[in-house]
């Protein structure tokens, strides 16, 4: 029996308890629930039930969230073998749209998780992984609007020309081109964005191992490299995201105990960029643009250049949170404003209508991009009663999101009924 044919009947005869998915196992997590006894469980119904794709899919995703890769990559290739599709569906009794979400095998930053955008809603999810080495199933999933949820990275490029394949077959409307997707690699982005008035990113080369390990040695500068620039530098590997392996480098003899520490085979190097108040503090954003629109997900403040929300301390300050929600609230007449010009390029040349940044402001004011991908968590998991002001921000994005789900399902009803319509 054929794998597309294999799922189908799979399908068909699924009577297993439903999937538990990324946002709500994180959610969890987050809330400080242990997920070990679960995490027992789901090994049970797998051992007892060896057809439990969705068992395999959640304690996958627990082991990701308990630092175990190897281990949740396993399970989840064993998941992919029974089924390729996995099922969120709507908490509403009243379907509003149902997404068909293409994503690719590995860990959590593969994809977008949309899971976080539709939580609880009257959206259905139907996520659907696109492999190297099985078709898609036949027939898909029953769905009004595809996604294309995949992030890029080296691992995912030969994914998202497969994809961008597929679409051209696929009758419903699609959203995030994937030729679009594969230009996003932190070299292509700053070439996309480079020249935009009022807008820094710093340019990232990308360099192999053997030419660090020669800028160690001193038989090769940094400027070599970076042209005019010189230390301190940025250096991270390949495909890296959440501050793993970044470092900042004050001089070349630097490089000999970061290479010790990194055994990867390549890295980006960029000039490090001082976006240090006058007040000791950096300050770091996630704006998302949905069909072009900027909207506030998160402001972290830290003494510490690197900055990630969940080291920030902002739980901890109130000071902090104070200035995140007035960031918040003003976002519309204040940042997004001052910024629009550099939010409106980056629109146009990155060409997909859902993305996220990740940026700051220089001591001049302009606008910082550290990062432009699809796949960065967008999410409401902070706790309401000491972050009262998020949720009324959130819920701006997830409507924002839901109402372009809407309308490119109204897309597609209106080219079967023949008419073309109006597609901006």
Request: glycine residues 6%; hydrophobic residues 40%; aromatic residues 6%.
């Amino acid at each position: 029996m054929k794998s597309g044919e294999a799922e189908q009947e799979h399908q068909s005869i699924d009577n297993h308890p439903p999937l538990m998915g990324i946002a709500n196992l994180m959610s969890l997590a987050y809330d400080g629930v242990d997920l070990a006894p679960m995490g027992i469980e789901l090994v049970h119904r797998a051992t007892n039930d060896p057809s439990d794709a969705n068992a395999l899919m959640d304690l996958s995703t627990i082991m990701q969230l308990d630092m175990a890769p190897d281990v949740a990559m396993d399970l989840q290739a064993q998941a992919l073998q029974i089924k390729q599709c996995y099922c969120l569906p709507a908490l509403e009794e009243h379907e509003a749209v149902r997404v068909l979400a293409l994503m690719a095998p590995g860990e959590l930053m593969s994809n977008a998780p949309l899971e976080f955008l539709v939580q609880d809603s009257d959206i259905t999810l139907e996520l659907c992984y696109v492999t190297a080495d099985q078709p898609l199933p036949t027939p898909l999933p029953d769905h009004d609007v595809v996604f294309v949820a995949v992030n890029e990275s080296d691992a995912n490029q030969p994914i998202l020309r497969r994809i961008a394949t597929l679409l051209e077959a696929l009758p419903r409307p699609a959203l995030n081109d994937p030729r679009r997707i594969a230009l996003l690699t932190r070299a292509g982005s700053c070439e996309l964005l480079e020249g935009v008035p009022g807008l820094v990113m710093p340019a990232a080369v990308r360099v192999d191992r053997a030419s660090v390990e020669r800028i160690a040695r001193g038989e090769m500068s940094i400027k070599d490299i970076l042209g005019a620039h010189d230390f301190p530098i940025i250096i991270r590997p390949v495909d890296s995201h959440a501050g793993r392996g970044l470092s900042k480098l004050d001089d070349a003899a630097a490089f000999a105990g970061y290479l010790r520490a990194n055994g990867d085979d390549e890295f980006y190097v960029s000039p490090f960029i001082d976006y240090c108040s006058d007040d000791g503090l950096y300050r770091k954003y996630r704006v998302v643009l949905i069909e072009g629109r900027p909207y506030a997900c998160h402001m972290a403040l830290s003494t510490k250049w690197m900055v990630h929300y969940l080291n920030a301390g902002m739980a901890d300050s109130a000071v902090k949170r104070d200035e995140e929600r007035r960031w918040m609230e003003t976002f519309d007449d204040d940042f997004a404003r001052r910024h629009q010009q550099a939010l409106q390029a980056i629109t146009e040349r990155v060409g997909l209508d859902y993305l996220v940044i990740d940026c700051a402001e220089t001591t001049a004011g302009e606008f910082l991009v550290f990062e432009v991908d699809s796949g960065a968590v967008v999410h409401a998991l902070d706790p309401e009663d000491v972050f009262p002001y998020k949720p009324p921000q959130m819920d701006k994005v997830f409507a924002a999101f839901r109402e372009m789900l809407i309308k490119a399902k109204r897309r597609g009803v209106t080219q079967e009924n023949g008419d073309d319509g109006d597609r901006d």
